[in-house]
Structure formats: structure tokens, C-alpha cells
């Protein structure tokens, strides 16, 4: 177990214990993690736990542990939610030690099934022990596998809930939608597969892409912190003049964001705009204008952006939210009302941030956005919420100290092979020279090494891949109900047990960026006003700027201002003319004499 | 059918709306019956954002249009522009069945179909496929090979496309008013119409159209298009630059521009021009030169640039025509010279009857030249029958993007 020490903030010294570990849990999980690795997956280890041995064997994954091995003897349970429990307490050592030492771990399950709703609240029961910071995917069945099965899977995710730090739920119902109905079943569960990967990705990314405005796991938690919600993802690439459009659009028609009409009622929006080096200030004005379109006016926007090498040409726009499904809204009106009547915007840089950016390639003029910001924010109330799929984004309460993570270059990954098609292409050619100098140790690269084997075993069989794919949910199997431990989780608890966040977010700032932020999303959510220490609605200029302290970015933040934002006149509200980066519709005259 | 020889041609452009009525003669020339224009709102860079406002202008217009002429005017031809716009050659090869040896239309509409057979992007549709030159057996440039004897028919096409919706969206502003498009034409293939004549499409020529929004051109070689688009700056932007540098209403800043205003930097007298009630605000000659040099440097730049790339510009015989409104700027013949480095002419169009001093106003160079373009659409049409004519339009409009 490792424990919190105030000590290791400052100087953070072991970078051997980084690593990022994703696992899968039961047919659904290996599926997606087959997935991921077929993808091309080269920073995080994937580790498939299943009880089924042939299942097992058939998976991708570098590492892999057979649940019950003495109990159900290389079978499956059956869908006995209970036999995957003990099946998993049976394998607790391994488990223990497979994601010891790892500082982040994302768990993918589908629930309803026996190994899945049976061993993953197992499995992270052992994750949190180890302190680990935990983020559960997890899919729900479709409706037509019936209703015990349905409340297999509530029961798992309650007590998933109370273990991980965030839960991103999918909906099986959901992402029947995304496909053709005629399509094969293999196609559908791909697809839904895909997304989950997708999404995974895009998470990691996020938090971990260096950030000239950076988004730390403080702020993806912001994003989705509300309980029994649905998880909004949305994701974007493109190339060419209009990129920055273009990839937005992507993201929007991302079929959990339902074309963008769900984001207004999202209470805080995650946005990430990354591009190569060649992302101009005036693209990330551009997609976060059009965002603040769809955003509701109290909506709280953390927005972070960064540069990536690999990324070459293409722009990418990720856009993590989540909304609260038809059940919890009524019961968390009061936060609601509270948290709505202050809007607020969180910027990957805040007004306390220590001096740090440092550390961050080009730059970034975070005040300039942050007015737009302030004017647009005003658009339209939001709408009733539509149930689709659900996202829990539960408090931790877990009295343990909190891990710390490791930046691990990001990995990009097509959420469609027809619209991101793009993406793939410049993947191979990043180099590991936009992660912040700090974080390649040589630590980093030797964790590497069995990832990309696994990507290689993976090509080697697709086909088995393939056909776990139309596995996943075993339909076959008798739902029962198994001897659940009860669940009852205890809101109003983790909301006042908030010590655990803040230690988190600190460990997760001073890890990555230096900076150190002391806003605590619980304490916020029950104190009523949104974060005021750290997030003031409205951040003047002069308060950002001290934020960049090297001579360096405030340099750079001084050049970004030269691109005016104003300075159209009569086509101020038409469609920018953007050639090679400029826009054509401020006078040349202006324009060249600068 | 007596009155299929009237065609209306109408250009909803940034600074104007235009509508000219026009007869053409059984020897083919051209009368221009009458012209119905209102100044243009809600249209910015040559695409329509207010649709409402717009159909005001265009009920003016055509009220206009219809007592000067006395003709009623039920189906027009629409000019499109807009940045949207985009254009790309493309060859098209099929081999003629054995034992058929002779070409015939079925093989011209198959190599057409093939050459079409381009990549858009999935939101666009073909506005026009123009023929440049047919090959047959690797014989190059013939114009019409139907009964030629030959295995292998090529034909290079230039493909103009553009956003669907957007031209969608500039069709339905005219049906609402109610008037019927017959067709629609990129706006520099119709100006080219009247603008170019035979000659200088076989010689090389370059039509810029710099109207108020946009700045358009098509670039002929050897008598065929081999370029053309759309740059979305036009004389609002000089307007605009004018008024943001010197701080002046845009109604003033257009007044100076057209009054005082030079594109080029040549034999500039520096006096201090006196802004029309502005309280005697002052402003240089030479900063108002040096405002407007810097834009349309840019703009022709950006015209300049692909066509210097593709090698076009050497080919241009007689140079280059200036037309559109914002061509009457002075000076600008001198800068576009020292761009292209070619002969520079400005032109409207020439060689119309009827009320037509006007219409040498480089400002009319496109609505007149769709008269033109109809013209030539009808004498292709015994060819085809107008019924399939149509069914051609409605998928041109509307239409796949095959």
C-alpha cells in the first residue's frame, strides 16, 4: 500500500512506480482491451482477468490472470454474479500484485454477467487498496438480456462505485443505436467496443497530454461529477484549413454527445484542442466559440489545450462531459441550484497556480479565452435531461492516500475508422519529445517495451479478437442472482468526505505541471457556490498572468496577442476567411505592419 | 415556344442584387430588354445570411426587372459564388467496345461519367463539369470526337463543386419569392461568357471578377477552362480595412475609396483628403493608398498563387480582364500587372444591343453574362431534349454527388 507522504510532493522521486494499467474484467473487458491493443495501445499494459480459460487464451493482452482456477476450473460462472466474486477472491494475490504499482488503473468491464458484475467490484476493491487511482468503464447490458441481469449489473455498479474514483457507465441500449440494426452482432459489439476504447484513450490523453493549458484528473472529475449520470464523449480529428471546424464537428456528431444538444445540460464540460505545432491560438478561439454555442450559460467549461508533435497536421477535439440521467436529477436538485447559481470556468491555470509553465513547448494565452469565455457563456438554458446512457462519477471516499500519476505520452486513437482515419497516420511519427522533460526517464520507455510486443502478439491474432467480439454479453448464460453484499452507498457521505480529493488533486498538479490547486470539487458540491478559491467566474487578464512566469511564455503569450481578435469590423460575424493561419478578414494593413 | 428565347439572368451579389432580362435573336446576338437592381443587404462574401433581407432586395429588383423589360419573369438563372466553391481537373479514359469502332454520344456521356467520377467531399455537389478536351487514340484536343473512329476516348473535364447546402440555401431564397432557377452557374464561368471572347479563350486569358464580397476568376488555355475559383475578399473588405484603420463609418470609408482611393503607390501626390462629415477629419492620400495596396496585393496574391503553381500563367495570351465592380478601383490594372506580370485589361461586357452603355459596367459583366450562358445551354439542347435537360439540372441541383 502506498502511502500519502506530504515528503514525496515535493521532491515526487520514484518514477519507477508510473504506469498505467488498464484492465479488463470478463468477456466485455477483454473484448475492449483486445480492442485497445489491436489500436495500437503503447503506453498503457493491459491485463485481462477472466474465468473462462479459453476465453483467456484467445485474448490479446500482455498479461493475464485466470480467476478461479480452482473453483471453476478454467469455466466461466455461469453468470453467477456470486462464483465470479469468490472466483476473483480466489485470485486476490495476483491481483494485488498485478496492479501494485501502478498509479493509475482503468478497469473496462461489461456488467450483468457472472465474471464481470462478479470480479470487477473485487477488483477494485483490491485497487483501491492499493491505492491506486481508479477509473471503471463499464457497459450495461442491453435490456433484452432481461432484467435480472440488468440488476446484476446495478448491484455491481453501486459497489463499483464505491470503490473507483470515477465510473463511466456505457449503455448497451445506447449503443445499439450507433449501429446499423442490420448489421452483424460482431459488428455491434466492435463498435461498441470501439467507443469504449475510444474513450479510454481520449481519457488518458486528456489527462495526460502535456498541456500548455493543461487538464489534470482534478478537472475530468469536474466533468463528471454527478451522480447517476449519463457520460457525454466526444471526439475529433482533422486535417486542412478548416480543421479546427472540422474537428469539432467530429466530435459533436460523436453519438453520445447527440450532436452536441446534450451539452447543454451539462453542468461542467471537459474540452481538450490539441494539434501539432502548428495549432494557432485563433483555432482553439474558433472551436471553443463554437462550443460556447452549445453549452448552456451556466456550465462550467474546463478547457485545456496542448501541442503534440505526433499530432503533425491534425487538430483533435475531445470533449468529456456528463449529465444527469432522468433518476438523480430530482433528488439533486438542491446541489443543482446551488452549484448553477455560480457559474464559474476553470482553466487548466488558475490565479494560484505557482510559476510552473515553464515547462510547456509554445504557448498559450489563457486569458484571451477566458473572455471569450465570459461573453458566450450566455447561450441557452438547458434542456430537460434525455436518459441514454449513464455515467456515475462518484466521490471517492476511500480514506486512502491518493496516488499520484505519471504523464505518459498520449495515445490517439480513431474512434471510427472512417472519420479519424487521419489520426492513425501521424501516430508512428511522435516522438516522445513533447512529453515535459521531466517525466522521460528512462523508466517510462522500459514500460513501454512489453506494450508494444502486445501490440504485435495482437496483430498477430485478429481473428480471435474478432470472435470474442460477438461474446460479449453471454446471453447464453442463466441470469441469477447471486449473494451480493448489500450496496448501499452512501452519498451524502462521500460528498463531506472530501479530504481524499484534495490530496488527489495535489498529487496529480504537483506531479505533472508543478502547479498546485487546493480546489476541492466535494467540499464545493456540499459547501454550495461553485469552487470559489480557485475558480472565480470571472478571471481578469492580470490574474492569469502571473501564472506564466518564465520570461519565456510571457514572451510567447505576448507574440499570441498580436493575432486580434476584434478588428473585423462588418465581418465580424461571418465565417472567418483563414488562409495559412491568417485571417483575411482583418485589414492586411494591420496585418503586415506588425 | 416564343418565349423560351427570353432568359433571365440574376446575381445576388454582396454589394447588389441584379437582375437583366435578355432576348436573345434568332442570329444569336444578344438584347438586353431590362435590367432591375437594388442595392444588396443580408449577403456577406458573396453567400446569403439573411435570407429575409435578401428576398426584399430581390422583390425590388425584380419589380424593376419586369417594368423595364415588360417581360414576366418566372424562371431565372442564379449566379453562385462563395469561398465554398472549389474546382479540380480530372481525366476520364474508357475504351470503346471493339466492334463499335465508332464514337458515339453514349461513349461521351461514359467518359464524362468517368471523369466526374472525382472524390468530393461528401457535403458537396458538381455545379459544373466542363469539357476541356477530348483524346482519342492519344490524339489530343479534339473537340468533338462523335463518329471519330477510335478504342480509347479521354476526356479531361474541369469539375467545379461546392457545398450543396449552401448553394441549396441561395436556390430556396429565390423560389420563396416565388421565381423558378432554371440553373445555376458559378458566377465567373458566366462572366466569362461575355467577357472573354473566342479569341482570348484560345489565346489564354484570365478573368478576375473582383465584385464586393468575393473575387472570382476562371482561367482559360487553349479555349478550355483550366482554373477557376473563389477567394472570399472583395471591395467590402477594402471598405472595411479602410474604415477599421482610419476609424471612419463605412458609408465614409467606401466614399473615399471610390473617390480618392488607388490601389497602387505609384505617383502618389501625398495631400490630405478632407472625410466627408467627419468635422474636417484628415486623412493622407498615402495612408489610404497604402491600405488599400496592402489588401489587394494579398487578394491577387491569392488569386496568383495557385496559378503560378499550376504553370497557367505562362499560357495567358492576351492577359488578364478585370471585371466586377471593385475592377473600376484605380490603380489596380498597374497592381495586378506587377503581380502577374502579364497584360492587364479591365472589361465588362461588350457586344449587346438594347440599353446596353450600361452594361459595359464591368458590374454587369456576370448577370449578362448568364443571358449568354443560357444562350449557349439552348444551343446544346436539340441535342439532348429538354425533358432530360431538366432531369440533368435537377440532379446537378440537387443531385448525388456522382
Do not use: W
Not at chain 1, 295 to 314: A, C, E, H, P, W
Not at chain 1, 371 to 389: K, N
Not at chain 1, 514 to 535: E, N
Not at chain 2, 154 to 165: L, M, P
Amino acid at each position: 500500500m502506498i502511502e500519502y507522504n506530504q515528503a514525496e510532493l515535493s521532491d515526487f522521486p520514484d518514477r519507477a512506480e508510473f504506469g498505467i494499467k488498464v484492465i479488463g474484467v470478463g468477456g466485455a473487458g477483454a473484448n475492449v482491451l483486445d480492442r485497445m491493443a489491436l489500436e495500437g495501445s503503447d503506453e498503457a499494459e493491459l491485463l485481462t482477468l477472466n474465468t473462462d480459460v479459453r476465453a483467456l487464451s484467445t485474448s490479446v493482452s500482455s498479461e493475464k490472470i485466470q480467476l478461479g482456477a480452482t473453483l471453476l476450473k478454467g469455466m466461466g460462472t455461469g453468470g453467477d454474479p456470486s462464483l465470479g466474486k469468490q472466483a476473483a477472491i480466489e485470485a486476490v494475490d495476483e491481483i494485488r500484485q498485478a496492479v501494485r504499482n501502478n498509479k493509475m488503473v482503468f478497469v473496462c468491464v461489461g456488467l450483468g454477467g457472472g465474471t464481470g458484475s462478479g470480479a470487477a467490484p473485487e477488483v477494485c476493491r483490491i485497487a483501491r487498496e492499493e491505492g491506486v487511482f481508479l477509473v471503471v468503464f463499464a457497459t450495461m447490458p442491453f435490456s433484452f438480456e432481461g432484467e435480472r441481469r440488468m440488476e446484476q449489473a446495478r448491484r455491481a455498479l453501486e459497489q463499483i462505485g464505491r470503490y473507483a474514483n470515477a465510473v463511466i457507465t456505457f449503455d448497451n441500449d445506447r449503443m445499439g443505436e450507433l449501429i446499423v440494426p442490420k448489421d452483424g452482432v460482431t459488428q455491434a459489439f466492435a463498435a461498441a467496443d470501439k467507443i469504449i476504447s475510444q474513450s479510454i484513450r481520449a481519457t488518458m490523453n486528456v489527462v495526460f497530454r502535456p498541456g500548455l493549458i493543461r487538464i489534470g484528473m482534478d478537472d475530468l472529475l469536474t466533468a463528471l461529477d454527478t451522480d447517476d449520470s449519463r457520460c457525454l464523449f466526444g471526439y475529433g480529428v482533422a486535417k486542412g484549413d478548416n480543421r479546427s471546424h472540422e474537428a469539432l464537428e467530429q466530435a459533436l456528431k460523436c453519438p453520445l454527445l447527440d450532436r452536441g444538444k446534450l451539452l447543454e445540460e451539462a453542468k461542467a464540460i471537459l474540452i481538450q484542442v490539441a494539434g501539432g505545432e502548428t495549432m494557432t491560438l485563433y483555432e482553439v478561439q474558433l472551436v471553443m466559440d463554437e462550443i460556447s454555442k452549445h453549452v448552456g450559460k451556466n456550465t462550467q467549461i474546463l478547457f485545456g489545450t496542448g501541442t503534440d508533435k505526433r499530432l503533425g497536421n491534425s487538430l483533435t477535439v475531445t470533449i468529456i462531459s456528463s449529465i444527469n440521467g432522468p433518476a438523480a436529477s430530482a433528488s439533486r436538485t438542491s446541489v443543482d441550484e446551488s452549484r448553477e447559481a455560480a457559474p464559474s470556468i476553470s482553466l487548466g491555470m488558475h490565479s494560484d497556480a505557482p510559476p510552473s509553465l515553464s515547462q510547456s513547448t509554445p504557448s498559450h494565452e489563457a486569458a484571451f479565452n477566458i473572455q471569450d469565455y465570459e461573453e458566450e457563456e450566455e447561450v441557452q438554458p438547458a434542456r430537460p435531461p434525455v436518459p441514454l446512457s449513464r455515467t456515475q462519477a462518484q466521490p471517492m471516499r476511500d480514506p486512502e492516500p491518493e496516488p499520484e500519476f505519471e504523464d505518459v505520452s498520449p495515445i490517439f486513437e480513431p474512434l471510427s475508422d472512417e472519420n479519424f482515419a487521419e489520426s492513425t497516420q501521424p501516430l508512428p511519427s511522435y516522438s516522445p519529445e513533447t512529453v515535459p522533460a521531466v517525466l522521460r526517464k528512462p523508466e517510462l520507455r522500459a514500460l513501454k517495451s512489453p506494450v508494444e510486443d502486445d501490440a504485435d502478439s495482437d496483430l498477430r491474432n485478429p481473428i480471435a479478437r474478432a470472435m470474442d467480439a460477438g461474446r460479449e454479453p453471454d446471453f447464453n448464460r442463466p441470469p441469477s442472482l447471486g449473494d451480493h453484499e448489500p450496496a448501499e452507498v452512501d452519498r451524502v457521505e462521500a460528498v463531506t468526505e472530501s479530504s481524499q480529493k484534495i490530496t488527489l488533486t495535489r498529487m496529480v498538479s504537483s506531479g505533472n505541471t508543478g502547479r498546485i490547486k487546493t480546489r476541492d470539487p466535494l467540499s464545493a458540491s456540499s459547501d454550495g457556490p461553485t469552487f470559489p478559491q480557485s475558480k472565480p467566474p470571472a478571471m481578469p487578464r492580470e490574474d492569469i498572468a502571473p501564472a506564466y512566469a518564465s520570461d519565456e511564455a510571457r514572451q510567447q503569450q505576448e507574440m499570441l496577442q498580436l493575432e486580434p481578435v476584434g478588428g473585423k469590423g462588418r465581418f465580424a460575424k461571418t465565417d472567418p476567411t483563414i488562409v495559412d493561419g491568417e485571417d483575411l478578414d482583418v485589414p492586411t494593413f494591420l496585418r503586415k505592419k506588425r | 415556344m416564343a418565349s423560351s428565347n427570353i432568359y433571365v439572368g440574376l446575381e445576388i451579389g454582396t454589394s447588389k442584387v441584379c437582375m437583366v432580362v435578355g432576348e436573345v435573336r434568332s442570329d444569336g446576338a444578344i438584347k438586353i430588354l431590362g435590367v432591375g437592381q437594388h442595392p444588396s443587404a443580408g449577403v456577406r462574401k458573396g453567400e446569403i445570411v439573411d435570407p429575409e433581407t435578401v428576398q426584399t432586395c430581390l422583390h425590388d429588383a425584380l419589380m424593376r426587372a419586369e417594368e423595364r423589360s415588360d417581360v414576366e419573369v418566372n424562371t431565372v438563372f442564379l449566379a453562385v459564388t462563395g469561398s465554398h466553391i472549389q474546382s479540380l481537373n480530372n481525366r476520364g479514359t474508357i475504351r470503346v467496345a471493339d466492334e463499335q469502332m465508332e464514337i458515339t454520344s453514349e461513349d461521351l456521356d461514359e467518359v464524362k461519367k468517368i471523369a466526374r467520377d472525382v472524390p468530393l467531399p461528401k457535403e458537396n455537389g458538381y455545379i459544373h463539369s466542363i469539357i476541356q478536351h477530348y483524346y482519342v487514340d492519344g490524339q489530343d484536343r479534339i473537340p468533338n470526337p462523335i463518329g471519330m473512329l477510335g478504342q480509347k476516348l479521354e476526356a479531361d473535364y474541369h469539375i467545379i463543386h461546392g457545398v450543396k447546402t449552401r448553394i441549396q440555401n441561395a436556390i430556396k431564397c429565390v423560389r420563396e419569392v416565388p421565381l423558378e432557377v432554371e440553373d445555376i452557374v458559378f458566377s465567373p464561368v458566366a462572366a466569362a461568357q461575355v467577357v472573354l471572347n473566342r479569341e482570348a479563350k484560345n489565346e489564354g486569358a484570365l478573368l478576375i471578377d473582383i465584385g464586393g464580397g468575393t473575387t472570382d476568376y476562371i482561367c482559360f488555355v487553349d479555349g478550355a477552362v483550366v482554373a477557376s475559383g473563389c477567394v472570399s475578399i472583395g471591395g467590402d473588405h477594402i471598405t472595411n480595412d479602410i474604415a477599421l484603420v482610419l476609424k471612419i463609418p463605412l458609408a465614409r470609408a467606401e466614399k473615399l475609396k471610390v473617390t480618392h482611393g488607388s490601389a497602387s503607390l505609384k505617383g502618389l501626390v501625398d495631400v490630405e483628403l478632407v472625410v466627408e462629415g467627419e468635422s474636417g477629419k484628415k486623412v493622407s492620400q498615402e495612408l489610404l493608398n497604402q491600405i488599400m495596396n496592402a489588401r489587394v496585393n494579398e487578394l491577387l496574391s491569392l488569386v496568383h498563387e495557385p496559378l503560378a503553381k499550376q504553370g497557367y500563367l505562362d499560357r495567358l495570351g492576351k492577359g488578364i480582364f478585370l471585371t466586377g465592380g471593385s475592377s473600376l478601383m484605380k490603380g489596380i490594372a498597374e497592381v495586378t500587372e506587377g503581380i502577374f506580370g502579364v497584360p492587364v485589361q479591365k472589361s465588362g461586357s461588350s457586344s449587346m444591343s438594347g440599353p446596353s452603355a450600361l452594361f459595359e459596367n464591368p458590374q454587369y459583366a456576370t448577370p449578362v453574362g448568364l443571358i449568354r450562358y443560357a444562350q449557349l445551354l439552348e444551343e446544346q439542347r436539340p441535342k439532348k431534349g429538354r425533358l432530360s435537360k431538366l432531369g440533368e439540372k435537377i440532379e446537378k441541383i440537387f443531385g448525388g454527388s456522382r
